[in-house]
């Protein structure tokens, strides 16, 4: 592995808070995971608070970054189907949501989460009016599959869930109200 930077420490932070919750987002676990000594560590960070920090900040920068990249599908229907397939398949950001939202008591992380939170919430259901729905029903449909999501990841976290339920995709669409493939 070459130079490590501020930003592949944040991401195997969030790596380790997906595995272990925020416990786990310490200094010595996350420079083994990097196989760097900890003392690499304090060239980035002046303390622990600092990565955690780092990693929630590079939690919510994945979220602009979907968003982003979502936007190239013009078809509101196709782009909730492809927030779904990648949202079902990546157990990481799940198991990450799931973890923070159990820490939202401390008020960094809380305050992060809240506006993570928000910002899917509003993305999903500005998407769901485009393709026809009234605001009412989108936000209502909305809430019902961001929980499902998160349902989700509580229940892969007691391993009840193992797999990534990509076959769920079709019944998520029909819960918020949309065709499927």
Same mark, same amino acid.
């Given at each position: 592995?070459?130079?490590?930077? @501020?930003?592949? #420490?944040?991401?195997?932070a969030?790596?380790?808070?997906?595995?272990?919750?925020?416990?786990?987002?310490a200094?010595? /676990?996350v420079?083994? +995971?990097?196989?760097?000594?900890k003392? !690499?560590?304090?060239?980035?960070?002046a303390?622990?608070? @600092?990565? *955690?920090?780092?990693?929630? #900040?590079?939690?919510e920068?994945?979220? =602009? =970054? &979907?968003?982003a990249?979502?936007?190239?599908?013009?078809?509101?229907?196709?782009?909730?189907?492809t927030?779904?397939? +990648?949202?079902?398949?990546?157990?990481?950001d799940?198991? %990450?949501?799931?973890?923070? &939202? !159990? =820490?939202? $008591? $401390? /008020?960094? %992380?809380?305050? *992060?989460? +809240?506006?993570?939170s928000?910002?899917?919430?509003a993305?999903?259901?500005?998407?769901?009016?485009?393709?026809?729905?009234?605001?009412?029903?989108?936000r209502?449909?909305?809430? @019902?599959?961001y929980?499902?999501?998160?349902?989700?990841?509580?229940?892969? +976290?007691?391993? %009840? *869930?193992? =797999?990534?339920?990509? $076959?769920? *995709?079709?019944?998520?669409?029909?819960?918020?109200?949309? /065709?499927?493939?």
């Amino acid at each position: 592995m070459g130079r490590l930077n @501020a930003d592949d #420490w944040a991401r195997a932070a969030l790596d380790a808070l997906a595995e272990g919750g925020l416990a786990a987002v310490a200094v010595e /676990p996350v420079a083994v +995971r990097l196989g760097v000594s900890k003392g !690499s560590f304090y060239w980035h960070f002046a303390n622990r608070q @600092a990565l *955690v920090e780092a990693a929630l #900040w590079r939690w919510e920068a994945e979220t =602009e =970054e &979907i968003i982003a990249g979502l936007e190239a599908v013009r078809d509101p229907v196709a782009r909730m189907r492809t927030l779904l397939e +990648r949202a079902l398949g990546d157990g990481r950001d799940a198991a %990450v949501a799931f973890r923070l &939202i !159990s =820490e939202a $008591d $401390d /008020p960094v %992380v809380g305050a *992060v989460v +809240r506006r993570v939170s928000k910002r899917r919430l509003a993305y999903m259901q500005a998407t769901l009016e485009e393709a026809g729905q009234p605001p009412a029903e989108a936000r209502r449909r909305v809430l @019902a599959g961001y929980g499902g999501y998160l349902g989700l990841a509580a229940l892969a +976290r007691v391993g %009840v *869930v193992t =797999e990534p339920p990509l $076959d769920l *995709v079709d019944p998520l669409m029909a819960e918020l109200g949309l /065709p499927p493939a």
